[in-house]
């Protein structure tokens, strides 16, 4: 069965069509789901990505939908994402005029830099020496 040996990670997002198209272009791919206009799916990998509409898609109780939609959303959160071209995401971070919480440098075991998505999750990227 599709999905069942895969590690899933699910953010609320207050602009699904800005953040899967952010994601896209960091290197998700995105699984069609057009039964489901409140999710986007996306992959990097063996790892889901699920994002779902913070205002439009459901919680499974009152008191985490009042914890979410008071925010803030990407408190203590960071996803690695690893990339061949650092430059390329730093680029598209800076195009996007969103926030950058460390420049790109050396780390000793990869080349690294974190910046926030538009809800506040801090994304680190990676690229690993050759």
């Known amino acids: 069965m599709m999905g069942t ?3 899933k990670i699910g953010l609320r997002v207050s602009d699904l069509h800005r953040s899967a198209k952010l994601y896209r ?3 998700c791919r995105e699984i069609p789901n057009q039964d489901q206009p409140n ?3 996306l992959t990097f990998g063996h790892t889901w990505l699920i994002l779902t509409d913070l ?4 919680f499974h109780s009152e008191e985490r939908a009042q914890a979410a939609r008071g925010g803030p959303l990407g408190s203590g959160v960071v996803l690695a994402i690893p990339t061949s071209d650092l430059e390329a995401m ?3 971070w800076r195009a996007e005029e969103l926030p ?3 420049a ?7 080349r690294i830099f974190y910046g926030l ?3 506040g999750y801090e994304v680190m990227f990676e690229q690993f020496a050759n």
């Open 25 to 27: 272009a960091a290197g």
């Open 104 to 110: 790109p440098e050396d780390a000793g075991w990869a």
């Open 90 to 92: 730093h680029r598209l």
């Open 100 to 102: 950058i919480t460390l």
């Open 117 to 119: 998505d538009p809800d």
């Open 5 to 7: 040996h895969q590690l």
């Open 39 to 41: 999710l986007r799916y």
């Open 55 to 58: 205002h439009a898609h459901g």
